[in-house]
């Protein structure tokens, strides 16, 4: 897939703090300015009040160096990237997170999207900063998980190079047909696909997309000889399948929606572990015969590695108590996510589990984003 722009960057950088001056008394650099003492023209007294003064700034400067790193997280305010364009699902769960967290922890948390490289440029950029407290990002399926067996070299490792707080959300896939097409249960649809090998084509948003992994889980379970067509994104893969080119449609499921209450699509089935929240009437692919079945877009809230636990831990607690919060839950559920909450050990050890699957899934399809 397509690399995308850097978005804008906001930045909130504190002014270097000038240099103390050196033991030889010569070439003293405050600011941007470089300054030539001689001290040793100095009369005796006016060498030694001169030397005080010297100590005392030393001492002080020292002083606001140890008050700054011993000031109280978050004094300043807090960057949330997001690895995405604005407007799609990880970006609307970013800014309502945003918003309640900056209520929650007093201090101003600003959205910076990084998209390009689905999800790698912003997620690099993360790994990559200082882990004070001051750098999250949205981690997620893709970025965290999946990527790992699609790009090679990845930028960065999705377990060592961040600590991570925990989940936030999760949505599952919707398999959906043009209504015109003969099958209206996924029963039904892995039957005609098992008759006619390779006659059928499936439509998701991208090689490695949420919806391009679901199928090939199924496929391996299923023992499905389906084609992939993968699109530039969501829209236009729906756009084909509502006209008829391709007969089966696989994305996150909010997508479908509008299309689904209009009568151009129909659902036979979700990937979650529960039925959608969208959709609660259609049966999940695990309740259609494949017990345990589950492949969701997720999303988590993470740092860099090095992250000191006392701000790991406030972090959790913080955002674990405004996913509580009915005025954040609406809006979330509203778009088809459900909240999810994990400890910081506990997510970390969903996102190996997660690599493992995705690793193998991609392996045995071949799956490779170059």
Known sequence: MGRGELGSIESFEIPEQAACPSQSGKNHRYGDTMQTFDTNALPNPKRRRFAAGVALFAVSAGHLSV????????????KLVVPFPPGGTTDITARVLARALAEQLKQSVIVENRAGASGNIGSAFVAHARPDGYTLVMSGV????????????????PVQDFTHITSVTSSPNAIAVNPSFPAKTLAQLVDLIKRNPNKYNYASPGTGSSGNLAVELLKQQAGLQIQHIPYKGAA?????????????LVMVADTLK???QAGKLRILATTGAKRSLLFPD????????????EAVSWTGLSAPAGLPAAIRDRLFEATKAVLLR???IEPL????NSIDIRSPQEFTAFIESEIKKWEKVAAQAHLRVS
């Not at 970025?143 to 090679?152: D, E």
Request: charge should be negative; charged fraction near 15%.
């Open 67 to 78: 008050s700054r790193a011993d000031a109280p997280w978050p004094d300043r305010p807090i």
């Open 236 to 248: 236009q893969a729906a756009i084909d399948v509502i006209g008829g080119q391709i007969p089966v």
């Open 333 to 336: 559920e509203r778009t088809g």
């Open 258 to 260: 509008p299309q689904v």
């Open 142 to 157: 893709g970025t965290h998980a999946a990527n790992v067996a699609l790009y090679h070299p990845m930028p960065y490792d």
């Open 282 to 293: 259609i049966p999940t692919v695990a309740e259609s015969g494949y017990p345990g079945f």
């Open 326 to 328: 009915p005025d954040v």
